[in-house]
């Protein structure tokens, strides 16, 4: 089963509100990424946790705060966000990230829309 | 800094008539190569791992082949579902201890017409 499951499929929003994006994987995979992804554009890095710990951040404005709870879990908390953040938000999973190369599994995202 | 450029952009094509997509990069070091495909509104979909120059990988239809440079993907006798943005990816070799960062090229849309 190489599943990674995101919610909600569709989220709309306000400025001023505050959301959570969830992510979640039962592969075992022990690397966690979310990626954005506009229109007719390839995903963008975004975060990345390795073994449950923050190993990259792409220079993401505060606003984005994400959190991994636990190896499964991954979440990405949205506050006062800007109309320009309106995407596709990607999470993905992959093993061990050591000195393997393993490819990426991505969940089907969260349509984000900021109004 | 890592760059990969997929070419054609878009690329139209009759139902049984075969092409090749176009990936070539510039890393500080190739780990690992992979292709996706994405449907509209939906997330990548993992199709191939490549790790050397001069292996190759088919599923199906698709088969990609790997050069010190570039990666191609060929697609034999296509058929409509084949339609969807082929994306292509690098990871270079590993600076830091933890994280894998894989760096997108900007993707060649496909549509097979019937």
């Known amino acids: 089963d190489t599943e990674v499951t995101q919610t909600p499929k569709h989220l709309v929003m306000g400025m001023t509100n505050k959301k959570s994006l969830k992510c979640e994987q039962h592969?075992?995979?022990?690397?966690m990424y979310w990626y954005k992804q506009k229109a007719k554009k390839p995903p963008e890095l975004m975060f990345v946790?390795?073994?449950?710990?923050?190993?990259i951040n792409e220079s993401v404005p505060s606003r984005f705060s994400p959190e991994c709870p636990n190896s499964s879990l991954l979440n990405l908390h949205l506050h006062a966000l800007q109309p320009e953040d309106s995407a596709l938000y990607l999470c993905a999973s992959s093993q061990d990230p050591g000195l393997e190369i393993h490819e990426q599994y991505f969940g089907p995202g969260t349509r984000l829309t900021v109004t | 800094e890592d760059q990969v450029t997929q070419s054609p952009e878009a690329l139209r094509l009759q139902e049984g008539e075969s092409s090749s997509l176009n990936c070539s990069y510039t890393v500080s070091g190739l780990r690992g190569l992979f292709w996706y495909r994405q449907d509209p509104g939906k997330g990548p979909e993992f199709l191939f791992t490549?790790?050397?120059a001069g292996e190759e990988k088919e599923k199906e239809r698709l088969k990609a082949t790997l050069t010190k440079k570039e990666s191609f993907l060929h697609i034999t006798a296509p058929k409509p579902e084949d339609s969807a943005t082929y994306l292509c990816?690098?990871?270079?070799?590993?600076?830091?201890?933890?994280?894998?960062?894989?760096?997108f090229g900007g993707g060649t849309r496909v549509l097979v017409k019937p």
């Open positions: 946790y390795s073994y449950e710990k923050l190993s």
């Open positions: 592969m075992g995979h022990r690397a």
């Open positions: 490549l790790y050397s």
């Open positions: 990816a690098v990871q270079a070799t590993k600076i830091k201890a933890a994280g894998n960062k894989l760096t």
